[in-house]
């Protein structure tokens, strides 16, 4: 996909759901294949034909008793689009320990298959 596609948050695109093992789902978007013709649309025949926008996600509140990897201070020193955010693990002595986001994380993107910048058995959440 060409980078123009990621800073654009409006025009056609195809999506289709992507359900995951933990019961949540995504929404995957892709640029058309063709013109707006036929059954498909210009789509692959999985997906649908629809108008991209973007929703900001909204991230439940830390609850983290210890902060492990400096997460507290990264978020803290974020850019105004990560400011305050980490990810948040339950571990099994019940204590929430939250962790910084993934560096490699780039909003522009979507998620993007990561979680909102955290690993997968983590919550993304933001502090306030």
Not at 21 to 47: A, E, F, L, R, Y
Request: hydrophobic share 30%; glycine share 8%; with cysteine.
């Amino acid at each position: 996909m060409a980078p123009a596609f990621y800073d654009k948050y409006g025009g056609d695109v195809c999506w289709r759901f992507e359900y995951h093992g933990d019961g949540d789902h995504s929404v995957v978007c892709q640029p058309p294949t063709g013109p707006i013709w036929g059954i498909n649309m210009g789509c692959p025949h999985d997906t649908h034909r629809g108008e991209a926008a973007m929703a900001p996600k909204v991230y439940p509140l830390c609850q983290c008793a210890e902060y492990a990897n400096n997460a507290f201070e990264l978020a803290s020193a974020a850019a105004d689009a990560y400011k305050g955010r980490m990810c948040a693990r339950i571990e099994r002595s019940k204590v929430t320990i939250c962790y910084p986001m993934k560096p490699e994380y780039n909003w522009k993107k979507g998620n993007n298959y990561m979680n909102y910048g955290c690993p997968s058995d983590m919550t993304p959440c933001i502090k306030i």
